[in-house]
């Protein structure tokens, strides 16, 4: 069982550019979500999905996109990349979506955008 | 409005020395879920408790405690003696009811790093 795999580690973009982060869970969940972390903050949520066919905006949703590609999948696009966008992103899935579950994280991706 | 407070941005403290990491949270909803992780300076993000808004016992799992209040809005997290391999950030993260909606979002607190010298 590999878990919550992301792909690619790094990445440093031009502003401007576009570029797609990739997860994948290999533990039958349900629910799939992207976070970015900050210096000096907790995570924040960018987009869910709480099941596979439904995507949903979390609290900093702007400048980004997503698709739920099947259930194993759940991609992050950013189109047009901004300084903004520095951050490290972190892929998470948890079974069910409820309170009570356990969201499980992927090893993140850091993103440099110069 | 800050819903997770982890008032202790860093602790630094002398190997075997207990510490104790602060959280208080803040929601409306009677029913709730709260969540530590740990983060080692390898980046991932480590699963270490959960506890539902109902079940108001402490927990220890070895040298890890906590303490769970909601009379003070709190759930703190406590090693006893302390190990170099502690060093990492912690998060503590509430879980409630998106408004609207029947899905559950996870409000994650800024984090303490904590030191644990050697």
């Known amino acids: 069982n590999a878990g919550v795999t992301q792909t690619p580690k790094f990445q440093v973009l031009k502003t401007g550019q576009s570029m797609t982060l990739q997860c994948a869970q290999d533990m039958n969940h349900n629910s799939m979500y992207w976070y970015r972390q900050d210096p000096g903050m907790g995570l924040r949520l960018i987009y869910y999905s709480a099941s596979e066919g439904t995507t949903d905006k979390g609290e900093v949703p702007n400048g980004y996109n997503v698709s739920r590609l099947n259930k194993r999948e759940f991609s992050l696009r950013l189109e047009s990349a901004a300084p903004s966008q520095t951050s490290v992103y972190f892929c998470?899935?948890?079974?069910?979506?409820?309170?009570?579950?356990?969201?499980?994280f992927g090893p993140g991706t850091r993103l440099t955008v110069l | 409005a800050q819903k997770v407070t982890q008032a202790q941005t860093e602790i630094s403290v002398v190997e075997k020395e207990d510490v104790t990491l602060d959280c208080v949270y803040e929601?409306?909803?009677?029913?709730?879920?709260l969540f530590w992780y740990k983060q080692p300076p390898s980046g991932e993000l480590v699963f270490l408790i959960r506890r539902n808004s109902f079940d108001e016992q402490n927990e220890i799992s070895g040298r890890y405690s906590w303490n769970f209040q909601k009379s003070t809005s709190s759930f703190n997290f406590t090693i006893t003696a302390s190990q170099v391999v502690d060093s990492a950030v912690y998060f503590c993260?509430?879980?409630?009811?998106?408004?609207?909606?029947?899905?559950?979002?996870?409000?994650w607190g800024a984090g303490t790093k904590l030191i644990i010298k050697p």
């Open positions: 993260a509430l879980s409630e009811r998106v408004p609207m909606d029947s899905n559950y979002q996870l409000i």
């Open positions: 929601t409306r909803d009677t029913t709730y879920y």
């Open positions: 998470a899935s948890s079974a069910t979506g409820t309170g009570w579950d356990t969201q499980y």
